[in-house]
């Protein structure tokens, strides 16, 4: 059963320290895409990529954010420095441009 | 760009009840439509997708959504809910040009009641 994995789930932090999130697609997606999930916000893409290349960051602060996949295997969320507005749940999800989309469970963060 | 719209943050329902999600879209494109549900500190688990072709389209877990073009409606029905169906339920479209990306709604917090 393939399934998008994150790491780590939680993930508490104080202000300005830097933050990497890690997910791994399911193998044969060719689109990865980065999502944040706010109480106020809701769900709001934040970047996205296809085979490993960049596509759309708009929704991500550019200043603090940068989104990378270094392999096929692997795409990155990072922060740097983080605020505690950055508190929320990143989901990061694969598929293709399309269909659907297969998330992950999360990576909960806590910035302090 | 486009937007969704979930008319109702929640609905409570007695278990075995039918129960109809409502959801409505705007775009200026054609656009494929989708429904997640997200159970409690889970990811989204996609439910039903409408891409094209019957407009009634069936589901997981026994979840139907009626694609209805003139009223850009997509709302997602079930006829006898059970308490584990109690959930977070997200619409969402893609549009079929253009920026790629999944655009959701509000959610709609199901909350079935023995």
């Known amino acids: 059963d393939a399934r998008v994995t994150q790491t780590p789930r939680h993930k508490v932090t104080e202000m300005g320290q830097e933050v990497t999130m890690r997910c791994q697609p399911i193998l044969g997606h060719n689109t990865v895409f980065w999502y944040r999930q706010t109480m106020m916000q809701g769900l709001e893409l934040l970047a996205y990529f296809r085979n490993r290349a960049p596509l759309d960051d708009s929704g991500m602060p550019k200043d603090r954010f940068s989104a990378e996949m270094p392999d096929a295997t692997l795409a990155t969320l990072k922060i740097q420095p983080s605020e505690p507005r950055d508190s929320a749940v990143y989901f990061c999800?694969?598929?293709?441009?399309?269909?659907?989309?297969?998330f992950g469970p999360g990576t909960r963060l806590t910035v302090t | 760009a486009q937007s969704v719209t979930q008319l109702d943050s929640q609905v409570p329902v007695f278990e075995e009840a039918p129960v109809e999600l409502r959801c409505n879209y705007s775009?200026?494109?054609?656009?494929?439509l989708f429904w997640y549900v997200q159970y409690p500190n889970q990811g989204l688990q996609l439910l039903l997708k409408?891409?094209?072709?019957?407009?009634l389209v069936k589901g997981i877990n026994g979840f139907e959504a009626e694609f209805n073009k003139s009223q850009t409606s997509f709302h997602l029905r079930k006829p006898s809910v059970h308490i584990s169906d109690t959930a977070e339920y997200f619409c969402?479209?893609?549009?079929?040009?253009?920026?790629?990306?999944?655009?959701f709604g509000s959610g709609t917090r199901l909350q079935v009641q023995p």
């Open positions: 999800a694969s598929g293709f441009l399309k269909g659907e989309q297969y």
């Open positions: 969402a479209v893609i549009p079929d040009t253009g920026r790629r990306a999944l655009t």
């Open positions: 775009s200026s494109v054609s656009v494929y």
């Open positions: 409408y891409l094209s072709g019957s407009t």
